[in-house]
């Protein structure tokens, strides 16, 4: 796992995607993540979203 940065929360609960991971993933507008949120060690994990 690479650390990217530390990015704040914005006002409306809605956080930005670095730069550099949205370049690595190739995102683009419209396109999905997946969250998913590991109580056991309180973080929160994203994935691109891969329709198989």
């Not at 690479?2 to 419209?30: F, H, N, Q, S």
């Amino acid at each position: 796992m690479e650390l990217i940065g530390v990015y704040r929360v914005l006002p409306k609960m809605k956080m930005t995607i670095p730069k550099e991971i949205a370049e690595k993933w190739d995102l683009k507008p419209k396109d999905k993540l997946v969250v998913y949120y590991d109580e056991k060690n309180g973080r929160m994990v994203v994935e691109k979203w891969e329709k198989k």
